[in-house]
T-cell receptor, first 111, second 115 residues
């Protein structure tokens, strides 16, 4: 079983739609959580951190459920520019700030 | 600021040859990392360095070596390349002194093909 699992998609949605991605992680000792965005043939970039209380940044909302060990990302009012791969990322803790990446969920927003 | 730079951008390498992928950051981050990204497998950590002078093995270290002589540079060396090392390689850095919620910043990647 992978340490961080995501549905690879693709999720094909029309502009303006609301779309949600989930991610599960296996290590209950994981300490911090993130969503990164990766555009085709580019490097990953931090989209948002995911806190226990949940957090929102504009059209993006992230939630963490430690009991069930899953993380979610909700995108409202999808834009064409949201088309990308979204990576669920977990920091297991310990020295070095090492991250474990999920395989990514591909989103394609269509006009 | 440049952030993180990697060189070369891409390379075709004959099997059995050696190669060093270069990575330089100008953010004075203490921690640096090398990942490889393969279709269907996501990013996997090869080696990391918590601070200059120290290195550690990640998830897939075999066939690779690193050094961290100073804060800014973290080269990755393939001593004798094999076709399974064909991949996209990303270097990253972070200020890892403050706890778990530290962003990792990535370089633009090096696309390596081993024939």
């Amino acid at each position: 079983r992978k340490e961080v699992e995501q549905d690879p998609g693709p999720f094909n949605v029309p502009e303006g739609a609301t779309v949600a991605f989930n991610c599960t992680y296996s290590n209950s000792a994981s300490q911090s959580f993130f969503w990164y965005r990766q555009d085709c043939r580019k490097e990953p970039k931090l989209l948002m951190s995911v806190y226990s209380s949940g957090n929102e940044d504009g059209r993006f909302t992230a939630q963490l459920n430690r009991a069930s060990q899953y993380i979610s990302l909700l995108i409202r009012d999808s834009k064409l520019s949201d088309s990308a791969t979204y990576l669920c990322v977990v920091n297991r803790g310990g020295a070095g700030n090492m991250l474990t990446f999920g395989g990514g969920t591909r989103l394609m927003v269509k006009p | 600021t440049a952030g993180i730079t990697q060189a070369p951008t891409s390379q075709i390498l004959a099997a059995g040859r050696s190669m060093t992928l270069r990575c330089t950051q100008d953010m004075r981050h203490n921690a640096m990392y090398w990942y490889r990204q393969d279709l269907g497998l996501g990013l996997r950590l090869i080696h990391y360095s918590n601070t200059a002078g120290t290195t550690g093995k990640g998830e897939v270290p075999d066939g690779y070596s690193v050094s961290r002589a100073n804060t800014d540079d973290f080269p990755l060396t393939l001593a004798s390349a094999v076709p399974s090392q064909t991949s996209v390689y990303f270097c990253a850095s972070s200020d890892a002194r403050g706890g778990g919620y530290n962003e990792q910043f990535f370089g633009p990647g090096t696309r390596l093909t081993v024939l």
